[in-house]
């Protein structure tokens, strides 16, 4: 099992820009969550979903969408990027405990 | 959702036993105890779950007074590859007591030295 996939690794964005952070996973986990990481600093929570079609906002939703059609995808959208969403962006799944994917990095510059 | 207070940051030496305690005041009834662990440019990483008294796997224990307000993660004999970013997480666990959305704290920086 591969677990919980992002993509991409690494991406640079210029402001105003658009993208979309693929999370996948292959556990059938219905919880899944969105996080990001600034620099030294925590976890904030951006979205979450409890399953299929079904979404709600963390901490700090603003300038993110998020889509929900299977269990195994979980993809979030930036739709005007702003160098404020510089941050490193974690996916994970939600079992008992979490699990968590490698994480993208995004520069909006 | 009950909010976790830790020491942000901890110094310690090889071999040495090292406690972090989390404060979560206001703990609800089904609310289980995660504790995870961070290296830089990954994602955090299970290490330890406990609901009351303690819990013990290979590489940590994990305790909690009866009030549950608090707890406790103990690292055995720690090494230089145990520096890292320790997070305590109330409201994980099998019965999500505290609900779906799981924030996390500002976790505690442990550095490991010779």
């Known amino acids: 099992n591969a677990g919980v996939t992002q993509t991409p690794k690494f991406r640079i964005l210029k402001i105003g820009q658009s993208m979309t952070l693929q999370c996948t996973q292959d556990?059938?986990?219905?919880?899944m969550y969105w996080y990001r990481q600034d620099p030294g600093m925590g976890l904030k929570l951006i979205y979450y979903?409890?399953?299929?079609?079904?979404?709600d906002k963390g901490e700090v939703p603003n300038g993110y969408n998020v889509s929900r059609s299977t269990t195994e995808d979980f993809p979030l959208r930036l739709e005007l990027a702003a160098p404020s969403q510089t941050s490193v962006y974690f996916c994970?799944?939600?079992?008992?405990?979490?699990?968590f994917g490698s994480g993208t990095q995004l520069s909006v510059l | 959702l009950a909010k976790t207070t830790q020491p942000i940051s901890m110094d310690s030496y090889e071999g040495q036993e090292v406690n972090i305690t989390c404060s979560h005041n206001?703990?609800?009834?089904?609310?289980?105890i995660t504790w995870y662990q961070q290296f830089p440019s990954q994602g955090p990483r299970f290490i330890i779950q406990?609901?009351?008294t303690k819990v013990t796997n290979e590489v940590a224990s994990l305790f909690i007074p009866a009030d549950r307000k608090s707890s406790t993660l103990s690292l055995p004999r720690v090494s230089l590859s145990d520096t890292a970013v320790y997070y305590c997480?109330?409201?994980?666990?099998?019965?999500?007591?505290?609900?779906?959305?799981?924030?996390f704290g500002t976790g505690t920086q442990l550095k490991v030295e010779l």
């Open positions: 979903s409890v399953g299929a079609g079904i979404t």
């Open positions: 556990m059938n986990h219905n919880y």
């Open positions: 994970a799944t939600h079992n008992e405990k979490l699990f």
């Open positions: 406990g609901y009351k």
């Open positions: 206001n703990i609800a009834t089904n609310d289980y």
């Open positions: 997480l109330v409201g994980d666990g099998k019965w999500r007591g505290g609900g779906n959305k799981l924030t």
